[in-house]
């Protein structure tokens, strides 16, 4: 289901659940700013979640709400995290879904890394309909 922006933040969902370790995930990352694991669904070879700790339902809502703590501390955690996974050389992508047009269905802002692969120029191949 597609994330309404207008709707406030949703408490229960699956990722403030995974923050407040009542869903167990596998911890590739954290510190005091975002928590890393990876996506039950992966994409490519490497794709990694990376959400911030703060109860934010979009980028919008990040750049608006969050501090310059939070925002510089989301930064460097998800350049830490390409560090730790050895992603420099052959590289990765970043992508962040927000609201229905982009197919956000986690009411928490976070953001995907995809590597391990030679990932295509096109992020969707519409169809010939």
């Not at 969902?13 to 990876?38: G, Q, S």
């Not at 934010?56 to 930064?75: C, K, M, P, R, T």
């Amino acid at each position: 289901m597609a994330v309404d922006l207008t709707r406030p933040y949703d408490a229960n969902n699956v990722f403030a659940k995974i923050l407040r370790r009542e869903i167990p995930v596998e911890i590739l990352y954290e510190d005091d700013f975002a928590l890393a694991f990876p996506d039950i669904t992966p994409q490519a070879a490497i794709h990694v979640l990376i959400i911030p700790k703060g109860a934010y339902v979009s980028a919008s809502d990040f750049g608006a709400s969050a501090s310059d703590l939070e925002i510089a501390g989301y930064a460097r955690a998800i350049s830490n995290v390409a560090t730790q996974l050895g992603l420099q050389e052959a590289g990765y992508r970043l992508i962040s879904n927000a609201g229905p047009d982009a197919g956000q269905e986690v009411p928490h802002y976070h953001v995907h890394l995809l590597a391990g692969e030679k990932l295509s120029a096109k992020l969707i191949k519409k169809s010939a309909d």
